[in-house]
């Protein structure tokens, strides 16, 4: 699947700030990753949070076809992990190399999710925190339904959700 960022959300490619990988952005892959993207998925994933994921956890993913990279010229700029259970898809973890964050990648990763799992419903868990994330989902119409005390260690989760009429 090839996608443009300007297809995924105007707004988005319009407000962000393009440096050099302007021309390279605008012709990204999403795709089923493989453990030749392992190292690149374990750097991005160790630059975006606090207590990341261990390598095991992640390789897991790949190998049951659960996380997809976005990808320019070949290289892992960022990735999703869903898991799907019937009708229900669950958001585990996404995350943008630092240099490509703000330009629409993210919400590529996300549209790529829910246009690949036509009615289901889904949801995620989110750093009370994290108001960009958060912000983000909304615009895919997810919304706020609880709360999960300690999620993190050291916060709480939003939990997010989006029901299966609210695709479209």
Not at 25 to 43: A, C, F, G, P, Y
Not at 66 to 95: P, R
Request: proline share 3%; net charge negative; hydrophobic share 40%.
């Amino acid at each position: 699947m090839i996608c443009k960022v300007s297809e995924v959300d105007p707004a988005v490619s319009q407000d962000a700030t393009l440096g050099s990988e302007d021309l390279e952005i605008q012709n990204v892959t999403i795709e089923k990753s493989s453990l030749d993207d392992l190292q690149d998925i374990v750097r991005i994933e160790s630059e975006s949070f606090k207590d990341p994921w261990p390598e095991s956890i992640i390789i897991k993913d790949i190998l049951n076809d659960n996380l997809f990279v976005a990808k320019v010229k070949g290289k892992v700029i960022g990735y999703i992990s869903i898991e799907k259970i019937l009708d229900e898809v669950h958001i585990q973890n996404i995350a943008v190399d630092k240099k490509f964050r703000r330009k629409g990648i993210g919400s590529l990763l996300i549209r790529f999710a829910i246009d690949s799992n036509p009615g289901c419903s889904f949801f995620l868990e989110v750093r009370r925190s994290n108001s960009p994330a958060i912000s983000l989902y909304k615009k895919f119409g997810f919304h706020e339904v609880g709360i999960r005390k300690n999620y993190y260690g050291d916060e709480d989760a939003i939990v997010m959700a989006k029901q299966k009429k609210e695709d479209g």
